[in-house]
DNA sequence: GACCAGGCACATC
DNA sequence: GATGTGCATGGT
């Protein structure tokens, strides 16, 4: 890679600046949304969160005492919400059993043992634990998700074929272990995602467009 | 109407 | 271990 993570990180930041991650009120908002979130726009996930919300749902205790079936009525509007009721519940459960329902409490564990944790609970991958960890408790985790690895991977800075905990690796070794960086840095990825790396890429007016390999993006091999 | 979105688990080979 | 599939609503 020619330009380092950081030149990466500042040409974006100049282009997008803050862009106030996560959007929740409270951990336990970003916690539940995290799980929302997962292969779904985030404007569905705000209608599940205002559904929950207007019923003063939005505690780690109550929303474990709700039934699964009203929970997934409740967050409809984010899509597969059969599943995610099914998620978000294994995940409460994890928290009142260990944590008797206190994030504050989980927080306090040190960041590889609750990532065990949170990795444990069916329903949790690595994104939605590394979001819960730094967008939540503020811990030292680099997300990854499906735009940091477009975006790097058309880029020749990875492997399209690169997994998760590699590309992780990759982010937290080039940086500094500091999360506002990580914090900012993820959003940032993915505003750029959104308006230039969908699956078909439109690299016009790309703040990273300078950054291309000759030929343009890169393509996978098949 | 087709395509896509800030994943994950599970089946099958 | 790699690859394919189900899960679902709402926006473009």
């Avoid at 929950?52 to 409740?74: G, K, M, N, S, T």
């Avoid at 990795?119 to 949790?124: I, K, R, T």
Wanted: glycine share 6%.
């Amino acid at each position: 890679m020619t330009a380092t993570l950081d030149q990466v990180y500042q040409r974006l930041f100049l282009a997008y600046g803050h862009q106030h991650w996560w959007p929740g009120k409270t951990p336990f908002e970003v916690m539940v949304g995290a799980v929302l979130v997962q292969n779904t726009a985030w404007k569905n996930v705000e209608r599940a969160i205002a559904n929950l919300r207007d019923r003063d749902l939005l505690c780690p205790r109550a929303l474990y005492q709700l039934p699964v079936e009203e929970l997934a009525e409740l967050i409809r509007p984010a899509g597969y919400y059969r599943i995610k009721a099914r998620r978000l519940h294994n995940l409460l459960k994890m928290v009142a059993e260990r944590y008797d329902s206190s994030l504050e409490t989980m927080f306090q564990s040190d960041l590889d043992t609750l990532r065990e944790e949170l990795l444990s609970v069916n329903g949790v991958g690595p994104e939605t634990a590394d979001s819960i960890l730094l967008y939540a408790a503020g811990m030292p985790t680099f997300v990854v998700d499906t735009y940091t690895q477009r975006v790097f991977a058309r880029h020749g800075w990875i492997d399209f074929d690169a997994g998760y905990h590699e590309i992780k690796e990759y982010f937290e070794s080039g940086l500094p272990r500091d999360p506002h960086q990580y914090n900012e840095y993820h959003a940032l990825l993915v505003r750029v995602g959104h308006l230039h790396c969908r699956k078909t890429p439109n690299c016009d007016g790309c703040p990273l467009a300078e950054l291309l390999p000759d030929g343009g993006p890169r393509q996978p091999e098949f």
